[in-house]
């Protein structure tokens, strides 16, 4: 069974900082592009960020740049999202996903974590 267990959730005051950790068992966690995606109250399910097979590749959703970094760590077969500087509107359950390919589109992600929260106070 494929497994994905996201932690490192929590409350935090605007201009803190989080990191989420998620580790994957039951896959060749190498194999996978790895994804982090978010869904706030009242809100469809969004793309953050996305790493590549081998941690070179990242993209990020625009609102997060320069302040969120994805990286994986595949001897541990877990990948991170350092969160940097948050702020209300990052308020979200926080969910990573593995895919085949490098992307966005959360329609090409095969297994799914069970989420985080991450509540940002002001």
Request: aromatic residues 12%; glycine residues 10%.
């Amino acid at each position: 069974q494929v497994h994905l267990v996201e932690s490192g959730g929590g409350s935090v005051q605007a201009g803190g900082s989080l990191r989420l950790s998620c580790a994957a068992s039951g896959l060749t966690f190498s194999s996978y592009v790895m994804g982090w995606f978010r869904q706030a109250p009242g809100k469809e399910r969004e793309f953050v960020a996305v790493i590549s097979r081998a941690g070179v590749l990242r993209n990020y959703e625009d609102t997060v740049k320069g302040r969120f970094t994805a990286s994986r760590d595949n001897a541990k077969n877990t990948v991170y999202l350092q969160m940097n500087s948050l702020k209300p509107e990052d308020t979200a359950v926080y969910y990573c996903a593995a895919s085949p390919t490098f992307g966005a589109d959360s329609t090409r992600y095969d297994y799914w974590g069970q989420g985080t929260q991450v509540t940002v106070s002001s």
